[in-house]
């Protein structure tokens, strides 16, 4: 079976640091995908990036990046410079083929606050 | 650009009422998923329908029904609500099943209250 974690219920961070929300993955799958996802107060779910597990670097999306470990099965997101509107929810996503089809399953979510 | 649009936004219901929630993709997308988001669950998934026709159970099924209506419609029905069931529901659609990379694009989110 699948499962995404998320240890970290709330994390903290000051305007412009970097803050790491962490996000670890279990699948017997060979080829799998990660996402990350944003979600704001106002409820919209946001795509901010992808790492497939056959990706030879960590992806990055603008002040976004993705330190994946395979090995560790671990896909943490990295964002840099934090902003007030980096306050949100975060949620770990992953795409397998366990089961015949490629769902999407989510972790629990990382609420961020970025204090002044 | 509408994507993917969700109806009703709230709903409150009393225990044993039904209704149904719309979904609605103008993306020309295969698959279509309900999710239902709890607080410190993050989003489960409930039902999906990876095309026209089709419609699989997804972790949390029991209470629900779903229909795929035609490609751009996948509608989510509760027989008999109950408190349990209080939640925000989530529609979302992706493109080709056979890309890994395809990402889900999500409605605004439905909130509803069973009492």
């Known amino acids: 079976a699948q499962k995404i974690t998320q240890t970290q219920p709330g994390m903290f961070v000051q305007e412009k640091e970097a803050v790491t929300l962490d996000c670890t993955y279990d699948?017997?799958?060979?080829?799998?995908?990660l996402f990350w996802y944003k979600q704001p107060s106002s409820g919209e779910m946001i795509f901010l990036i992808y790492q497939g597990s056959y990706d030879e670097q960590n992806a990055t999306e603008g002040r976004y990046s993705l330190n994946f470990q395979k090995a560790r099965k671990s896909a943490n997101l990295v964002i840099s410079a934090s902003q007030l509107g980096d306050s949100a929810m975060y949620f770990c996503?992953?795409?397998?083929?366990?089961?015949?089809?490629?769902?999407?399953?989510f972790g629990a979510g990382t609420r961020l606050a970025v204090h002044p | 650009n509408a994507g993917v649009t969700q109806t009703p936004k709230f709903q409150v219901l009393k225990t044993g009422q039904s209704m149904t929630l719309q979904c609605a993709q103008d993306?020309?997308?295969?698959?279509m998923y309900w999710y239902r988001q709890d607080p410190g669950m993050g989003l489960r998934l409930i039902y999906y329908s990876a095309s026209e026709g089709t419609t699989d159970k997804g972790e949390v099924p029991n209470g629900y029904n779903v229909s795929r209506l035609n490609k751009r419609e996948f509608s989510l029905r509760l027989e008999s609500a109950a408190p349990s069931q209080t939640s925000v529901y989530f529609c979302?659609?992706?493109?080709?099943?056979?890309?890994?990379?395809?990402?889900?694009?999500f409605g605004s989110g439905t909130q509803l209250s069973v009492l």
């Open positions: 699948t017997s799958d060979q080829s799998y995908g």
């Open positions: 979302a659609s992706s493109g080709r099943r056979d890309r890994m990379r395809e990402k889900l694009f």
């Open positions: 993306m020309n997308h295969n698959s």
């Open positions: 996503a992953m795409r397998g083929f366990s089961g015949g089809y490629n769902k999407l399953i």
